[in-house]
């Protein structure tokens, strides 16, 4: 049986990438300090033999016993309100997280998949966006903890793949959704569908007319355990070509919710970017991969799931 460990593993998408992991017989080590991640987003996977979840914060050293053939390095706060308010472990998951594990890849001859972000490209000035784009980022501004610690972390991981002929794959992940997004994570979809439920004015930031890409999270991990199965090293962009306005969003969750909730608007972040689409053609050539799931179905699946978590008193 392979063996995986997946930092950041009860988090929303580190979660996911477990629980598919297991499904395909893959021995299953998830790594998490639970600072965002939660032991409920994987309680189902918690009696299975092949799963175990250790408490730890990967900015310190790992070691882990027997054998490992692949490591997923997931762990980081991923959306803006969480990064806001943890800057520093951010940076540093972003940079030592990495170093520690690409060390524990290179100790165990393990292959080595890193979770970069579109965020690498910051405010784009080219668009769509393809991995030869080299971006357009604010080093110092708020929201640069981030991008600069994805920035980082791949140069470092491309230096081991140099340095020590690690196979290393780099994947940038655009807007995903689904379940087992935190009600209060920040993020824009699971923002607009809590405050739908509830019945209160849909948060818009600026005027509504900044583009983002949703990826539903089945499609993402798909596209992401593909990579980590092909031969490619590098960076590659895994999301949905299907560019949407935020008020497209907005509009949309309120159909799918039935929610008579009026659209509010308030001032635009710094550095928020106002075009985001990925160019998927390398993802396609390689891969074969391309989304499945139109937006509508999955804001109608992702609301099912925050149903269900409100009838177990978990919102």
């Not at 979809?189 to 509830?198: E, G, H, R």
């Not at 050539?285 to 925050?306: C, I, K, M, S």
Request: some cysteine; hydrophobic content about 35%.
């Amino acid at each position: 049986m392979p063996r995986a460990v997946v930092t950041g593993g009860a988090g929303f998408l580190g979660s996911h990438l477990c629980r598919a992991l297991v499904g395909q017989g893959w021995g299953v080590l998830a790594v998490d300090n639970l600072l965002t991640g939660r032991i409920e987003n994987v309680e189902d996977l918690l009696e299975s033999p092949t799963f175990e979840l250790k408490e730890q914060d990967v900015s310190e050293f790992v070691a882990v016993d027997g054998r490992v053939d692949a490591v997923l390095h997931f762990a980081s706060p991923a959306s803006p309100r969480d990064y806001l308010e943890h800057p520093i472990k951010t940076l540093k998951v972003g940079s030592l997280g990495t170093h520690n594990t690409l060390g524990l890849a290179k100790s165990a001859g393990a292959r080595y998949l890193l979770a970069s972000t579109s965020e690498v490209y910051g405010d784009p000035q080219v668009h769509p966006q393809g991995e030869d784009y080299w971006g357009h980022v604010n080093p110092i501004g708020p929201r640069g903890v981030y991008d600069e610690a994805k920035r980082f972390a791949e140069a470092m991981a491309m230096a081991y793949q140099r340095t020590h002929d690690l196979d290393v794959k780099v994947v940038r992940i655009f807007n995903t959704y689904g379940p087992c997004l935190r009600h209060g994570d920040g993020r824009v979809v699971s923002n607009f569908l809590v405050q739908a439920m509830d019945g209160k004015p849909l948060t818009v930031y600026g005027d509504g007319t900044q583009t983002r890409s949703y990826c539903y999270v089945d499609d993402e991990v798909r596209g992401i355990l593909a990579l980590l199965d092909s031969d490619w090293i590098g960076p590659m962009n895994i999301g949905n070509p299907d560019e949407f306005s935020v008020l497209e969003l907005a509009q949309a969750v309120l159909d799918v919710t039935g929610s008579a909730s009026e659209i509010v608007f308030e001032p635009l972040p710094l550095d928020d970017p106002v075009r985001r689409r990925p160019d998927i053609t390398l993802a396609n050539d390689v891969l074969g991969w391309r989304p499945e799931v139109d937006l509508r179905e999955g804001l109608a699946r992702t609301y099912e799931w925050f149903g269900r978590e409100r009838e177990r008193g978990r919102s």
